[in-house]
């Protein structure tokens, strides 16, 4: 008999017990460990793929910190360039005012040395004029500058008209002190003598008369009291023959041509009449 | 010359007896179990493993993918009864290398064994799926004169399983040892890579044949057939059978 049945039944039973400590040992156990192995890497690619959206979000936060860091500096730089161009103006209106004051003073100054120049030539002109003057009146008629100046101002009293000698007396005998007669030059006794006379004439006796002498004096002479002045003076003949130097001088500068050959002729002028 | 390690008796006592199926059957157990315990025990759920865990995952991932493969829809409630059935059958086998061992499968005792133990696993997992009335008019289907002629062929059926697989088991046994006493050396080596061969294939015939056999009876019996896994199933059992 080839089929034992107990060995049958035995087997049976042994079967049955290796299935159910095969269940236990080995199927549930590596089923469980694949179960396990796989929900991780699920769970991994989950993470992945979460990590992944919360990359991809913040890549676009930052693209668009990026653009709006990119749009502040723009705006930024354009704001510099244009305080830039603003203060660039700023400062070049400064430097032209700068410029322009600074030309200004120069022209100022350039004015104030050709005044003085004028001055100085006027001074000069005038002692040349006296020089050429007393020279040529000693050549001539043998008198002196100074005596020739000093008729010439007794003259101009004497030639007075009424009404000016009036209102010259009025205001000389209002003021109080003593007047003044001022001459460039030394004058002689005998000079001083007719000049005393010719005012005790027109203006009476009472007032004392000083004589000063100013060296600088434009005028050749003048008699002054209490503001009032009556002067002889070669002023008009030396502001005259400046403007005509300056005149030349321009033409001369701007034309580079030959100066104009007339030369007016130097009118004298009556007595200076002025007083504040 | 023993024709089955049956009739090895190792102690006698009564009905009771210890003979050399038990025995080897109890080595192979002994083996199996202690092999799954000692590998298991330390199992990994990372990505790195060891290369036994592998080779088991692997053997059980391959086992539940044929079961699946033959139309089993939750191959898990399946794979103790049928991977058990391919582990032991494939072992028993294997270790046919072992000088001194009498394969238990050698026996026609523990094939009637297993066969009894498929012959009844179907109608179990049949009636659990189904239910006990609708599974037990499967039988009666297409027509009620079809009853007997199911009936004998599920008896039959079982009684093929358990001789095909000692036929295969005990015949390369004794080959092995007819061969070994005409040409003792290098051809019983080569028979001997053959009965490997052999064993392997039949672990596989005999496990798939329970597969299908199980899936017919939860499939097949308690749907109309609808579409082509059903014939596909068919086919295999058929060819399947043939070998």
Known sequence: ?276 | MNLSPDNIIYWHMGFFKLNATIVFTWGLMLVLVLGSKMITRKLSTELQRSRWQNLLEMIVTGINQQIEEVGLKHPQKYLGFLGTLFLFVAMASLFTIVPGYEPPTGSLSTTAALAICVFVAVPMFGIEENGVGKYLRGYMKPTIIMLPFNIISEISRTLALAVRLFGNMMSGTMILAILLTITPFIFPIIMSALGLLTGMVQAYIFSILATVYIAAATRVRSTKPENGPEEATEDKTESVSRS
């Open chain 1, 1 to 276: 008999m080839l089929i034992d049945w107990f060995t049958v039944i035995a087997q049976v039973i042994n079967f049955l017990i290796l299935v159910w400590l095969l269940k236990r040992f080995l199927y549930q156990p590596i089923l469980g460990a694949i179960d396990a192995r796989e929900k991780r890497i699920a769970a991994k690619i989950a993470d992945a793929d979460a990590k992944e959206a919360e990359a991809e979000k913040q890549r676009q936060a930052y693209q668009q910190k990026n653009e709006a860091f990119d749009q502040q500096r723009n705006t930024q730089m354009n704001e510099v360039l244009e305080a830039a161009k603003v203060e660039r103006a700023q400062l070049l209106d400064a430097t032209r005012q700068d410029a322009e004051d600074l030309r200004v003073r120069l022209e100022q100054a350039l004015r104030n040395e050709q005044h003085s120049l004028n001055e100085e030539l006027s001074r000069s002109t005038r002692e040349e004029v006296f020089a050429i003057a007393r020279k040529t009146l000693s050549d001539l008629a043998d008198i002196s500058l100074e005596q020739r100046m000093t008729e010439i101002f007794l003259d101009r009293l004497r030639e007075l008209s009424t009404a000016q000698i009036t209102e010259l007396t009025s205001a000389f005998k209002k003021s109080s002190g003593t007047l003044l007669v001022r001459t460039a030059f030394a004058l002689s006794a005998q000079q001083r003598a007719a000049i005393e006379t010719a005012i005790g004439e027109m203006l009476g006796k009472e007032k004392q008369i000083e004589f000063d002498t100013l060296p600088g004096l434009v005028s050749g002479i003048e008699l002054s009291a209490d503001g009032r002045k009556i002067a002889w003076s070669i002023a008009d003949y030396l502001g005259s023959l400046a403007q005509r130097v300056d005149d030349l001088l321009k033409n001369r500068s701007e034309t580079e041509g030959p100066a104009p050959a007339d030369m007016a002729t130097i009118t004298p002028e009556g007595v200076d009449h002025s007083g504040h």
